[in-house]
């Protein structure tokens, strides 16, 4: 039963955490307006597989270790800044036609995609507090067992992928009911200037 009560508690704080405006979101939502839904699911998928991470260090201690250690994950941090200081780029010096912004990005497959969301993720300070202030005190470490940590897996997997469904399906209508040059532009322009504070708030931590 505390067991029960545990995952609750981690399901419904995951829940506010995901839904809360964050670099991650930010950049889930600047990408979708400027390549589509379609080219940011991979994005997503890098971003969940670094949540998941994130959760494994967290269960294994290890999250402690690496604030010890933090050299390869300043790396994979400035890696996720680039990222989002590049596509900053791309949306802001776009002819104020949104295809313009995808063709410019084309390039890129899922699997650099995926890297980015997992970069932005690993790179962001919150969503290592959240796994490393919260697990601990929810599971004690003789409990470390597949089947008490698999629904926390399982739950970090399906919280966000509704979040992102929620915020993809949002902008994506957003996307599509830009029909004036003028008002790409301007969306364009506060896509660019997203992702440039979601860079800007990683990279002061």
Same mark, same amino acid.
């Given at each position: 039963?505390?067991?029960?009560?545990?995952f609750?508690?981690?399901?419904?704080?995951?829940?506010?955490?995901?839904f809360?405006?964050?670099?991650?979101l930010?950049?889930i939502?600047?990408?979708?307006?400027? #390549? /589509?839904?379609?080219?940011?699911?991979?994005f997503?998928v /890098?971003?969940i597989?670094g949540?998941?991470?994130w959760l494994t260090?967290?269960?294994? /201690?290890? +999250?402690?270790?690496a #604030?010890q250690?933090p050299?390869? $994950?300043?790396?994979i941090?400035w890696?996720g800044?680039?990222?989002l200081v590049r596509l900053a780029?791309?949306?802001w010096?776009? @002819? +104020?036609?949104?295809? @313009?912004t995808?063709?410019e990005?084309?390039e890129? /497959?899922?699997?650099a995609?995926?890297?980015a969301? *997992?970069a932005?993720?690993?790179? @962001?300070?919150?969503?290592?507090? *959240?796994?490393? =202030?919260?697990?601990p @005190?929810?599971?004690?470490?003789?409990?470390?067992?597949?089947?008490?940590?698999l629904p926390?897996?399982?739950?970090v997997? *399906?919280v966000?992928?509704?979040? *992102?469904?929620v915020y993809i399906?949002?902008a994506?209508?957003a996307r599509n009911?830009?029909?004036s040059?003028?008002i790409?532009r301007? $969306?364009n322009? =506060?896509?660019?200037?997203a992702?440039?504070g979601?860079?800007?708030w990683?990279?002061?931590?």
């Amino acid at each position: 039963m505390i067991v029960e009560l545990d995952f609750l508690v981690f399901v419904a704080a995951l829940s506010v955490a995901a839904f809360t405006p964050g670099p991650g979101l930010a950049a889930i939502v600047a990408s979708v307006l400027a #390549q /589509g839904a379609r080219k940011t699911l991979w994005f997503c998928v /890098g971003v969940i597989v670094g949540d998941l991470v994130w959760l494994t260090l967290s269960l294994s /201690g290890l +999250a402690m270790i690496a #604030q010890q250690i933090p050299l390869v $994950f300043t790396l994979i941090k400035w890696a996720g800044v680039a990222y989002l200081v590049r596509l900053a780029w791309i949306a802001w010096h776009s @002819n +104020a036609e949104l295809k @313009n912004t995808a063709t410019e990005t084309r390039e890129r /497959g899922p699997v650099a995609r995926t890297l980015a969301g *997992f970069a932005v993720t690993m790179g @962001n300070p919150k969503a290592m507090l *959240f796994y490393l =202030a919260l697990l601990p @005190n929810l599971i004690s470490a003789e409990n470390l067992t597949l089947p008490v940590v698999l629904p926390f897996f399982l739950a970090v997997i *399906f919280v966000l992928t509704t979040v *992102f469904a929620v915020y993809i399906f949002a902008a994506e209508k957003a996307r599509n009911a830009m029909k004036s040059p003028r008002i790409v532009r301007n $969306f364009n322009r =506060a896509t660019a200037t997203a992702l440039g504070g979601a860079a800007a708030w990683i990279a002061s931590r």
